[in-house]
């Protein structure tokens, strides 16, 4: 089964905005964080709400909230075809499964000892010490981590229907969404093994040392786009590609005309509409509500519909390509040249909103002949 180039130029833009997310978190004061992030407060429980931002600040908030949902979706849509092309060569089950939990071991190991201390490295450089690694520290999960134990729960249920195993894994989703509220009034006790595992399974947390494990993409809720890649990559039939750009563009428009419906009538989200532009398009993605995804989802399915009919000629749809051929190396790359100098010059989110943008505009010029390089040197150019 010979590679679909717009799921790759398509990848590549979402790693072009997760760049720029990233690199904002780093050098820049003014971007908007921690949408709908669970509090609790004197025994309440409430969700951070957007407040007041700038319409730099909201553009840039709406490029890069299409990064993770498009981004597992693609894992488990590229999943979906790369088992189908082992199957088709022979190979065992047990191969498979076996390749998957390497697979699944080494984005969590990844997660672990690359990307998480380029998030850490302004705190660690702060305090000089060895005292500042703790478990919250080391066991700092995140998007790849995710990703990794939802290879695991993927080679579980492989010889279930697609349809079953999605419809499983939003039953779950459904389920924490309404069980929220309860599993955050118990979660203060930041060193219980109970805990932990909320952190892991259902309930995004602010990020403390004191914290036995820090994860703002629990697994649960961020299973539902995984899945729902690994069902379109199952369902990908001999039709062709122009047929599956096509499907794309029925499912992007399906999910945002349900989106609206249900935001106007003030349901699906946590951080309901106040009236204003901004505030209707204001939700919450730790966790990922269903409007979020609906939205944000919709929003992905019409990029993959335009980078189909994107000319394959393009130097644009080339960089592109190049981009979301190496999502692994790209990924760990970019963190740690844009965390490296605010981290060493102390002066981490120092910087304003538009100097932070510049600074991703200049990272992309150094990442794209180093993505390049490896691709040459992997032998995929």
């Known amino acids: 089964m010979a590679r679909l180039p ?37 025994g309440t429980v409430t969700f951070n709400p957007l407040g007041d931002f700038s319409s730099l600040a909201f553009i840039v908030m709406l490029l890069s909230s299409i990064c993770a949902p498009g981004f597992l979706f693609l894992a488990g849509y590229a999943l979906a075809l790369s088992i189908k092309r ?10 498979i499964n076996h390749h ?15 990307a998480s201390p380029a998030f850490n ?18 066991f700092s999960m995140s998007v790849l981590s995710t990703i990794g134990i939802g290879f695991f729960f993927i080679s579980l249920g492989r010889h279930i229907s697609p349809w079953n195993l999605f419809g499983i894994s939003g039953f779950l ?11 955050t009034l118990s979660y203060p006790s930041h060193l219980s093994i109970v805990q932990a595992g909320q952190a892991i399974l259902v309930l995004p947390v602010s990020f403390s040392p004191e914290s036995l494990v ?17 069902l379109y990559g199952n369902t990908y039939a001999a039709q062709g590609i122009a047929y599956e750009a096509g499907r794309f563009a029925v499912s992007g428009f399906s999910c945002l005309t349900l989106f609206l419906l249900l935001r106007f ?22 966790p990922p509500s269903p409007d979020y995804y609906l939205l944000y989802l919709g929003l992905f399915f019409i990029l993959l519909f335009l980078f189909y009919k994107l000319p394959e000629a393009s130097r644009l749809a080339g960089v592109l390509e190049d981009f979301g051929k190496v999502p692994l190396f790209f990924y760990n790359i970019h963190l740690w040249l844009y965390a490296a100098l605010p981290a060493l010059l102390s002066n981490f989110n120092g910087y304003s909103l538009s ?27």
């Open 265 to 286: 009538a003030g349901l699906g989200d946590y951080l309901l509409p106040d009236g204003t532009f901004q505030g209707f398009f204001g939700l919450s993605k730790y």
């Open 214 to 230: 820090n994860n703002n993409f629990p697994v649960i809720p961020w299973l539902l786009p995984m899945t729902l890649g690994w």
């Open 355 to 381: 100097f932070g943008v510049a600074v991703w505009a200049f990272g992309l010029i150094i990442l794209y002949p180093l993505c390049h390089g490896y691709l040459v040197w992997k032998g995929l150019r």
């Open 173 to 183: 989703y459904l389920l924490s969404q309404l069980f929220l509220p309860t599993i």
């Open 100 to 114: 998957l939990w390497r697979r699944g071991m080494l984005l969590i190991a990844l997660q672990l000892f690359i």
């Open 6 to 42: 717009f799921l790759d130029r398509t990848r590549g833009l979402i790693m072009v905005f997760m760049a720029l997310d990233h690199a904002l978190f780093f050098w820049s004061s003014g971007r908007i964080n921690n949408e709908g992030l669970p509090l609790l407060l004197n």
């Open 86 to 95: 082992r199957e088709f060569k022979g190979l065992s089950n047990s191969n």
């Open 121 to 138: 490295l302004q705190m660690l450089l702060q305090t000089k010490s060895l005292s500042s690694v703790t478990w919250g520290t080391f």
